[in-house]
């Protein structure tokens, strides 16, 4: 026998058929100093029932029955006895069966192991205290209503107007009304003129047919703040008459209010939805339009010209025109102009302050209205957050008189009033391809969800000239090569040159788009002496020996980023070359001629210390096709390379699942298999080198 944390000994025999489930609770029994045998069903449960145990504890499902029906068997043999319940999932309709058939104590296995312990402090008290399932006294119900933290008020059923005869604290907290104040009267009081009229007569009804009820009204405390107020009335029955109804009342002022905003931002974003549909219909699809016409433009202008003759198709714009800077002028010149003929000598100063000119230095949409439709501008600031500067009688700081000059040189160009013009930069990352401009004509406003829609054809047409601009590099009609010289410890492959007196050459690179940068180089250096050089740098660079042939290797590294790739990316350029040897180093670009090459220049040799532009090249080359591009591999490939690449590709060796074996492929040409592969493995590696290297 051992001795329990009391200093009483106890012995216990546990009925649980998972013994999984059954290890830790055998444990914190026996840390408790319980003696525990377990047993895994009912029936041998009762034969053990006389072998001497103080306690019985068991899970409610059992192979052979339940827990409930053993504790019927205990109690059949004796009253008294200490038997306690531990199911698995516990209930309230299981807990009131429990108790009963004579449950000494219910304690639910959930959560653990809170509960574990739980259970230790019940099987101490069955077997050292009372065996019986405590009692709640008449005096501890008192306690709990007096202490609810729920305001509690009970109702004489048998008077007409139900006056309150309790009211606990939480309810005199809730309401500042007493138990003075209360008391004797119908909780009726709590009402306003505000409350509302069907929760009072539901109320009224239930009350009327003694059923429960549960409403939220508006109530008042008794300083008159209103407040929510969660109702739930109950009725309480003796010998099945009527008495008394018990009510509880719950502050749910913050959830009804809440749930109310939720509501009224609901119909603001309805009413807005509706609003940018009935736009969208109205602008019939210029979106839609626009990118189909951009998606067939394949020139520059083209692409100007499917977004400027879209826009003034639409009633309200009078002018839509693109242009570009010059930067020998420090002017903007329509290069493409919708509605009306193309004025003459038409040009916007950058340093005049106007819409056009404060897009270009913002980077964002800009608008001037008509002194009349000042609340499309509020109306941006609200949705934006961005502020504008504003005089004391509301109007910009820009004097209206400049604000009407925009206005008017615009309308006495289109021959008709205007309302307002908007300036949208054509913007593709950190690269600008110009200004898109649109002129209202009189009664048209700007409203938010145009600004949206305006925004999406800038969107749009920036990425086709970017594209554009791609594919010419791509495609290799007029190229410029820029040549820089490059000295000094960056980039990283220059300063390893330098510290280790080795060579690198760039082979390849891997750009993404959200992550790191991979460069591949070609290098004489021994790849553990690159390793502890760039440990020593400490600029987050990494290395990866690829390969190691004859003392040279091919080098993987990566950079967490790489502003000259991403640099390139943005204007569609292409590195040809990038070497570096002894400290010194060369770096070749090439760039379509709209890639801004000035500023090209002034990025990488404000990126990179030590480059220096030593060469500026227009040339054109000739564009490759897919036949150039074939003739080249064929003349690399050896007659037994192509066939094994043709037989792997008709035989299906590349599908998956294979329709073929390298065995079998390597039958039809009469070869060994491992032969196949080679000449396989040298023939991909060709192609690849042709497309990649």
């Known amino acids: 026998m051992t001795v329990s944390s009391s200093g009483r000994s106890g012995r216990v025999l546990y009925v649980d058929p998972d013994d999984d489930a059954a290890g830790p609770v055998l444990d914190v029994l ?7 045998e377990h047993v895994r069903d009912a029936a041998t449960a009762r034969e053990r029932l006389n072998d001497g145990f103080d306690c019985v504890v068991s899970t409610q499902d059992l192979p052979d029955g339940t827990g409930l029906d053993l504790l019927g068997t205990v109690r059949e043999a004796d009253d008294e006895f200490p038997f306690v319940l531990f199911p698995d999932e516990g209930d309230e309709r299981l807990a009131s069966e429990a108790i009963s058939v004579g449950v000494s104590d219910y304690v639910p296995r959930e959560p653990v192991p809170k509960q574990r312990l739980a259970l230790v ?10 065996p019986e399932f405590p009692a709640v006294s008449e005096q501890l119900k008192d306690r709990a209503m007096d202490e609810a933290p729920v305001g509690i008020t009970i109702a004489d059923a048998s008077r007409r107007d139900m006056p309150l005869i309790y009211v606990n604290d939480a309810f005199e907290e809730l309401t500042e009304y007493t138990e003075a104040d209360s008391l004797a009267r119908n909780c009726s009081f709590l009402q306003g003129d505000d409350s509302d009229r069907a929760a009072v007569a539901e109320m009224s009804r239930a009350l009327g047919a003694g059923d429960p009820v549960s409403v939220e009204i508006k109530n008042y405390t008794k300083s008159g703040e209103p407040f929510w107020n969660r109702v739930d ?14 009510g509880f009342q719950l502050d749910v002022t913050e959830r009804v209010e ?6 009224r931002q609901a119909e603001k974003a309805r009413a807005e939805r509706e609003t940018v549909e009935a736009l969208l219909a109205r602008l019939d699809g210029l979106v839609t339009d626009v990118t189909s016409g951009l998606l067939g433009a394949g020139t520059r202008s083209a692409v100007e010209a499917a977004v400027c003759d879209r826009l003034v198709e639409t009633e309200e714009h009078a002018v839509a025109w693109i242009g570009d800077s010059d930067p020998a002028t420090d002017t903007i010149t329509p290069s493409t102009w919708a509605g009306g003929d193309d004025p ?16 270009v230095e913002t980077g964002e949409l800009q608008v001037v209205a008509a002194d009349g439709d000042g609340e499309s501008e509020r109306e941006h600031e609200r949705e934006t957050g961005a502020a504008v500067d504003r005089s004391a009688d509301g109007g910009t700081v820009a004097a209206d008189e400049a604000r009407r000059g925009v206005l008017a040189e615009y309308a006495d160009v289109v021959g008709e009033e205007v309302a307002a013009v908007a300036a949208l930069p054509l913007q593709y990352g950190d690269v600008g391809y110009g200004v898109l401009v649109v002129a209202l004509r009189a009664g048209a406003r700007l409203s938010q969800p ?14 086709a000239l970017h594209d554009l601009t791609s594919q010419r590099l791509l495609a290799s009609d007029d190229v410029i090569e820029l040549e820089f010289a490059l000295n000094g410890s960056e980039p990283f492959f220059v300063g390893l040159s330098g510290v280790l007196g080795a060579s690198f050459g760039h082979v390849g690179t891997v750009a993404r788009d959200d992550g790191p940068t991979t460069l591949f180089f070609e290098s004489d250096a021994d790849p553990d002496a690159v390793t502890a050089t760039l440990e020593d740098r400490g600029d987050g660079t990494t290395v990866t020996a690829v390969t190691t042939v ?8 990566v950079v967490e980023s790489s502003p000259l790739f991403d640099l390139l990316s943005d204007r569609g350029g292409r590195v040809t070359d990038m070497h570096a040897a002894g400290g010194a180093g060369q770096l070749t670009l090439e760039l379509p001629p709209e890639a801004q090459p000035r500023e090209v220049v002034e990025t990488i040799e404000e990126a990179i210390p030590g480059a220096d532009l030593t060469a500026y090249r227009e040339h054109e080359r000739p564009a490759e096709t897919r036949q150039d591009v074939r003739t080249r591999i064929d003349e690399r490939l050896t007659d037994r390379q192509e066939t094994a690449l043709q037989t792997a590709i008709v035989g299906g060796f590349f599908e998956w699942p294979r329709d073929s074996t390298g065995e079998e492929l390597a039958t039809t040409m009469d070869i060994g298999r491992s032969t196949f592969h080679q000449h396989l493995r040298a023939a991909q590696r060709k192609v690849f080198e042709e497309l990649y290297g």
């Open 30 to 36: 026996g840390q408790a100093a319980f003696a525990v």
């Open 121 to 130: 402090d019940a099987v101490e008290r069955v077997v050292f205290g009372s």
């Open 233 to 246: 009335i109950a009725p309480v029955h003796e010998d099945g008459e009527l008495t008394h109804y018990v």
């Open 258 to 263: 809440a749930e109310r905003e939720a509501r």
């Open 344 to 359: 003459e000598g038409f040009a916007v100063d950058l340093d005049d302050g106007g819409p056009v000119a404060r897009a």
């Open 450 to 463: 145009e600004r949206r829609v305006l925004s999406a054809v800038g969107t749009s047409t920036a990425m």
């Open 550 to 557: 004859d003392d040279r290797s091919i080098l993987e590294f």
